[in-house]
């Protein structure tokens, strides 16, 4: 218990000395204390786990929880109006994960067409044996499907965005390279900041196990695919 409370004074020590310097910056913060982590209900400091701090610094407004019995920093959002910036840190109740939205959304309607060799095969996505082709290995079978597999297993709908009743197909256009890499990602046709930022996000952490291949040589392949957003 003696630990817990002087850990809990020392943090309440640093949140002030970081209230004092964000009052000089002129930002502008607001501490609170809470028992759950995803809650708003203020409580005492000597009843919380958790101190939850907004900052509003120019346009950006930034959420930081901390646990109180260890100083640690278990979630932090940052949005620019609706619009989701920085590294994000999720919080499930037991373990922190990391976004990364520290990137501006690129908006174009460069073209999709591909090197004239790859015009005859039907399917890019599939392997085409009679023209020597091997789609991009993402998973088992083919590409496309593993990758809607994986945008419904790891896009974060916006809360807000439900609400309000914002839904939508964003066409994200990306190129695999001859690494294997994605690359050039950008929004083709998009539905809302929050929608076109979260398709980018989850489009770049694809791994593809290996590049497309024409005649056993790797070759850089361009693709759009449609990311949905619906409240149904």
């Not at 640690?72 to 990391?98: A, D, F, H, Q």
């Not at 790891?154 to 839904?167: C, E, S, T, V, W």
């Not at 996000?201 to 590049?211: E, G, N, Y």
Request: glycine share 6%; aromatic share 10%.
């Amino acid at each position: 218990m003696k630990n817990i409370a002087y850990s809990s004074g020392i943090l309440a020590a640093l949140v002030l000395l970081l209230y004092c310097t964000m009052k000089a910056s002129g930002q502008e913060q607001t501490i609170i204390f809470i028992k759950d982590y995803s809650s708003d209900k203020e409580i005492s400091q000597n009843k919380a786990k958790y101190s939850k701090t907004t900052v509003i610094q120019a346009d950006i407004t930034t959420v930081e929880v901390h646990e109180l019995s260890s100083g640690k920093l278990i979630s932090r959002i940052s949005n620019r109006e609706n619009e989701p910036v920085g590294i994000w840190l999720l919080y499930n109740g037991e373990s922190t994960k990391e976004l990364d939205y520290d990137f501006e959304v690129e908006y174009s309607n460069i073209s999709e067409i591909n090197d004239e060799s790859l015009k005859h095969i039907p399917d890019l996505s599939i392997n085409c044996d009679s023209l020597n082709y091997l789609a991009p290995i993402f998973g088992i079978g083919d590409f496309a499907t593993n990758i809607l597999s994986h945008l419904q297993k790891h896009i974060l709908y916006p809360d807000f965005a439900k609400d309000m009743g914002i839904q939508g197909t964003v066409y994200a256009y990306f190129e695999i390279s001859e690494d294997g890499l994605v690359e050039n990602v950008k929004i083709r046709r998009g539905v809302h900041i929050a929608l076109d930022k979260e398709s980018c996000r989850v489009i770049k952490s694809l791994k593809f196990d290996a590049p497309a291949k024409l005649n056993g040589v790797s070759i850089r392949l361009k693709h759009t695919f449609p990311v949905k957003f619906s409240l149904r």
